[in-house]
């Protein structure tokens, strides 16, 4: 019910309001303090920031400050084969044969949250709201930005980085990032 709540914020183009997103989070993170963990795109706001911070000890935000225009260019590009799931791009790992999946031959969608109108709202939302929550760590002394445009230049700083924090994070994991 609260995904159906959620996609429905995302199809708009808008960011999930705060007291939903807040909500679901804290549920999942519940119950991991004896873990490493690390989350993707949350907090995104200042309120969700503080809201997580009431529940855990944040050690580490590591931004990735990528450009805009790189981010759009690739969610623009991402064509999906609904039944499995398959994700295509058609810059860097297109189908065989365009439009079509590679498997079943059936027609790719371009799912709502990536077509152009959708992403421009979205980063543009994203940044109103994420560049106060970058400097409300940065003023803790828990920020530190990676920028670039390409994963494969940008991780080895990240892992680099990581050791100094996590010393005991193997070779084999840095290799295969979740």
Not at 98 to 116: A, I, Y
Request: with cysteine.
């Amino acid at each position: 019910e609260v995904g159906i709540l959620a996609k429905s914020y995302i199809d708009q183009g808008k960011l999930i309001p705060d007291d939903i997103m807040t909500h679901l989070m804290l549920n999942e993170i519940k119950g991991l303090d004896q873990y490493n963990w690390l989350l993707d795109g949350f907090p995104r706001t200042v309120a969700q920031a503080e809201a997580l911070d009431k529940e855990c000890h944040i050690d580490t935000v590591i931004d990735l400050d990528v450009p805009f225009e790189t981010i759009k260019c690739r969610l623009t590009a991402r064509w999906i084969h609904p039944a499995s799931g398959r994700v295509y791009n058609l810059e860097f790992n297109p189908p065989k044969v365009q439009g079509t999946d590679d498997v079943t031959g059936e027609p790719l969608v371009q799912r709502d949250d990536d077509k152009p109108e959708t992403v421009s709202k979205r980063l543009q939302a994203y940044d109103a709201q994420t560049k106060p929550v970058l400097e409300y760590y940065r003023k803790k002394g828990l920020l530190k930005s990676f920028s670039g445009t390409e994963t494969n230049k940008i991780w080895p700083h990240i892992y680099a980085f990581l050791q100094t924090k996590l010393p005991d994070v193997s070779q084999k994991d840095a290799a295969n990032p979740r």
